[in-house]
């Protein structure tokens, strides 16, 4: 899943490479997703997250369980998206 939005997000300014901090909702919807894969029982074998903190800080308000920071994931996921 694609981090949450952050300021710079709300604020419609191009980001890119820079991080801006999540906002307020989506630290919430992410808290409600980690709520909602709780209970429907859904684990993962592996987590990963790209090395922008926007992405890792919204993995860990969705889950506790260790995961592994990427460099170059950003760039597949972008090319993978254009395909």
Known sequence: MRHGQTLFNQLHKIQGACDSPLTQ????????????????????????????ERASDTLELITDQPYQRLKGISEFLRQSLRR
């Open 25 to 52: 909702q989506s630290i919430d919807d992410a808290k409600k997703v980690g709520q909602y894969f709780k209970s429907a029982g859904l684990k993962f074998d592996h987590a990963y997250s790209s090395t922008q």
